[in-house]
């Protein structure tokens, strides 16, 4: 492969921040610009990979897939940033009820897979956990300027010119650039809460209709909320209060409040990511992954670093030749 400019990524979100890793592991030159007028999403994640989804406890989208390798990439960022934040930890999903239980229990020879381990009282998943992604994404921030590549600036149009390709990720922020406003995305507003509590468990995640992560010295993230209605940085009552539901019904009492976080998830209709590049024009997308970034982006930043190699295609299903209809015009 050869390359005479370095690449140009926009945004050092959890997405533009894993794919530069996967770009600077292949040895392919680039720039990570951040913007410091648009807010970052990422900092606000919870940052739990979880295998099961939904009541009916299915796997998640190619889970078979995305989880050997994230424990593969970040267990190896780790030691390459020389930096801890990947916290593997077992999730326990109580039943919701008797009903549910005896419901559940009645299928579970059709249900049940190996990340599922069923007791008298719920499920407990295997290969969870969660990512620290503020501090993946200082310690990234530090170590690509440190290596020269990293800036804190918007772009204009006339930059492109000093760059081989352009990869926008740009999270939310995309839904107003014209290049990719056509594209079907569906944010969706999110708060968390951190708090200090000596109830919920410290050795587990808690998951039901919601998830209680337990932080260090008796610290916790409550949450997450999701609307669809305004997409402003600011946290509301009714998700204060929609959290506070949340830790009743999970067994917490007494708490005491300590921040809120507030983001917006670059999520899709077709609740799969948008990557690729534009026909015929060195600009491309790594986007769109939702409320699931920490597991989906690793294994899609190495099959986008594939594609460009010219290795291998990206599943139809992911790249944005699947809306190639809209950008026809
Ligand atoms: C409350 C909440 C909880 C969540 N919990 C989880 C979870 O537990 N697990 C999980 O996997 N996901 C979770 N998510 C989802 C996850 O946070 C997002 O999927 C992820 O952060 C999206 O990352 P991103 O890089 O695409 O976008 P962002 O983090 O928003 O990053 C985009 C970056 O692009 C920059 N930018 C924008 N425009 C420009 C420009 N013109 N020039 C230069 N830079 C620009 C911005 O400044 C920003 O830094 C949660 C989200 C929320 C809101």
Not at 84 to 113: C, T, V
Request: glycine share 6%; with cysteine; hydrophobic share 40%.
């Amino acid at each position: 492969m050869k390359i005479n400019k370095p690449y140009l990524i926009v945004g050092q979100g959890l997405a533009g921040t894993i794919l530069a890793h996967h770009f600077h592991e292949a040895q392919i030159p680039f720039q990570i610009w951040d913007s410091p007028l648009h807010f970052n999403s990422s900092y606000a994640a919870g940052g739990i990979f979880n295998p099961v989804t939904g009541r009916k406890l299915e796997k998640t989208w190619l889970a078979d897939d995305l989880f050997p390798y994230l424990f593969e990439f970040y267990t190896r960022l780790e030691k390459h940033l020389n930096t801890s934040f990947f916290h593997p930890m077992p999730l326990f999903r109580p039943y919701a009820n008797d009903e549910m239980k005896g419901w559940l229990e009645e299928r579970k020879d059709q249900i049940n897979h190996e990340f599922l381990d069923w007791t008298d009282q719920g499920v407990w998943v295997s290969q969870a956990g969660w990512v620290d992604v503020a501090t993946l994404l200082r310690r990234s921030k530090s170590y690509f300027e440190s290596h020269g590549i990293y800036f804190l600036r918007t772009y204009q149009e006339q930059d492109f010119v000093n760059f081989e390709k352009v990869i926008f990720c740009e999270g939310f922020h995309a839904v107003h650039n014209p290049l990719w406003a056509k594209l079907p995305f569906l944010p969706a507003k999110g708060e968390l809460i951190r708090f200090k509590s000596d109830e919920p468990s410290s050795e587990h995640i808690l998951n039901k209709n919601g998830f209680v992560l337990p932080l260090a010295d008796g610290h916790f993230k409550v949450g997450a909320t999701y609307r669809w209605d305004e997409f402003s940085q600011t946290p509301t009552d009714s998700s204060r209060e929609e959290l506070i539901g949340k830790l009743t019904s999970m067994g917490v009492s007494k708490f005491e409040f300590l921040d809120t976080f507030v983001g917006i998830r670059p999520a899709t209709q077709d609740r799969r990511p948008f990557v690729g590049f534009l026909p015929e024009k060195p600009l491309g997308i790594f986007n769109g992954f939702g409320s699931k970034s920490v597991s989906i982006s690793p294994y899609f930043a190495k099959a986008f670093i594939q594609e460009i190699r010219g290795e291998k295609e990206l599943d139809f299903e992911v790249s944005i030749r699947r809306y190639s209809h809209l950008f026809s015009v």
